[in-house]
């Protein structure tokens, strides 16, 4: 499947534009920068992201937030990749990459993830990286995750969330508005996540350094 073929069940729905608008703006400022910023030190998580899921030939995963496809060559050549992204800009350099690193296996759509043009039960694996606190409406995308994913598949969501301790939260919460100029929201409530999404955590790790990030491991039922 080449990346950069156009598909059917790849379209961005118009009337979501506006409602998208800062924050494509924002990464479109950040696409030159964001493997300078993000990449190795965010890395660790996802190569656990990628080991949890337990990939076996033939399956498919559907990577939510693709960005510049920092992680694409984690997948093995036998598995099915299918990564999304509302942001053409860093879709143009995640498809630079697929083209650099001969990826076969991957294909790339220009989607909201908060309106997935998929199929119910489509996807073995759906996995969020560091992309769930920059979406409008966070609830809204890991319901779209969960309706996407098989019966039995995994749902994965890395990012931070906001603390447990009632200081750390404070400070998160009253940092929120800066945070959102650099791509994310700091003070996201997990809780608040998985129940818009009707989903049951079956783990949730710290990953990285500093261990402020979580891999949410859940399973559909």
Not at 35 to 55: E, I, N, T
Not at 128 to 147: C, H, K
């Amino acid at each position: 499947m080449a990346a950069d073929r156009p598909h059917s069940d790849c379209r961005v729905h118009p009337e979501t534009a506006f409602s998208n608008a800062f924050i494509d703006g924002v990464y479109e400022k950040l696409a030159p920068v964001y493997d300078l910023m993000f990449g190795k030190l965010l890395q660790p998580g996802r190569r656990a992201a990628v080991a949890r899921m337990g990939l076996r030939p033939g399956m498919s995963v559907l990577e939510v937030g693709v960005g510049t496809g920092i992680d694409l060559f984690l997948y093995p050549p036998d598995s099915r990749i299918t990564g999304i992204d509302l942001s053409s800009k860093m879709l143009a350099k995640a498809r630079e990459r697929v083209a650099r690193h001969r990826l076969p296996h991957v294909r790339l759509c220009e989607m909201d993830a908060a309106r997935l043009t998929f199929a119910d039960d489509s996807f073995d694996v759906v996995y969020a990286p560091y992309m769930i606190s920059v979406v409008p409406d966070p609830g809204q995308v890991a319901r779209e995750m969960r309706r996407v994913c098989r019966a039995g598949g995994t749902i994965l969501i890395l990012n931070h969330f906001r603390s447990s301790s009632p200081l750390v939260a404070s400070v998160e919460r009253a940092i929120a508005p800066v945070t959102m100029h650099v791509g994310f929201k700091s003070d996201l409530d997990l809780i608040d996540v998985l129940s818009a999404g009707r989903l049951q955590p079956r783990s949730i790790e710290k990953v990285n350094v500093p261990r402020i990030w979580s891999l949410v491991s859940c399973t559909k039922n």
